[in-house]
């Protein structure tokens, strides 16, 4: 059984920085790309970024692109999330999500998800 | 959202609804598969549609998702209680160079 287990999830001030982890078991992790969605508080989910196997080919939502960057440890299956320059606005659940395949683009496990809160 | 859809649907039990998702060329209309997700309150989403039609293994029959041109939806017969929910649509955007999804649809089971 697949298991998304995220955590780094903290209360940070605007222009901070946090660093978020996702501990993968249950699979061959570097058989699948993997994702980060959020979801702010009382709202949508949002796609913010994508890594594929190999670790390389990052990519991030407009939203994220420049303060944001996405890196994965085979080694250690593990996926990770550097956060920069946070503010209000990326206050919300951060969810790790498996691709269902290489580069497939959509998600068929996901994460319980750590809370991020950005605030003075 | 780039993917546009309802905010509310509501219905009685044991009746049909459904769940527009309207896109643009750059998404479904140009050929990306859609994909369909519940989430119950204070729980993480799950996959209920794939590919446009299909169903995971364990998503009851009673959900089945159909697309054409830019649009897709998402039809639930037999609405039971435990349907209450979030839906959510999503797809790939090729001018964006990523995923999108719609800004989701709250289930009300009268």
């Known amino acids: 059984e697949v298991h998304l287990v995220e955590s780094g999830g903290v209360e940070v001030q605007p222009g901070g920085s946090l660093r978020l982890s996702c501990a993968a078991s249950?699979?061959?992790?570097?058989?699948?790309?993997m994702h980060w969605v959020r979801q702010g508080p009382g709202k949508g989910l949002e796609w913010i970024s994508f890594?594929?196997?190999?670790?390389?080919?990052?990519l991030y939502s407009d939203s994220v692109e420049g303060r944001f960057t996405i890196a994965r440890d085979n080694a250690e299956n593990s996926l990770y999330l550097q956060m920069n320059s946070l503010r209000p606005e990326d206050t919300g659940l951060y969810f790790c999500?498996?691709?269902?395949?290489?580069?497939?683009?959509?998600?068929?496990?996901w994460g319980r998800g750590t809370l991020v809160t950005v605030s003075s | 959202s780039v993917l546009t859809q309802p905010p509310s649907v509501s219905g009685a039990p044991g009746q049909r609804v459904t769940i527009s998702c309207t896109g643009r060329?750059?998404?479904?209309?140009?050929?990306?598969?859609v994909h369909w997700y519940q989430q119950l309150p204070g729980r993480a989403p799950k996959l209920l549609i794939y590919?446009?039609?299909n169903r995971p293994s364990g998503v009851p029959d009673r959900f089945s998702g159909s697309n054409s041109g830019t649009s897709a939806s998402l039809a639930i017969t037999g609405l039971q209680g435990e349907d209450e929910a979030d839906y959510y649509c999503?797809?790939?955007?090729?001018?964006?160079?990523?995923?999108?999804f719609g800004g989701g649809t709250k289930l009300t089971v009268l």
């Open positions: 999500v498996k691709d269902a395949g290489l580069r497939d683009w959509y998600f068929d496990s």
């Open positions: 249950g699979f061959n992790f570097d058989d699948y790309a």
């Open positions: 890594i594929n196997w190999r670790g390389s080919e990052p």
């Open positions: 060329d750059s998404n479904i209309g140009a050929g990306y598969d």
């Open positions: 590919a446009n039609t």
């Open positions: 999503l797809s790939y955007d090729t001018s964006l160079s990523g995923v999108v």
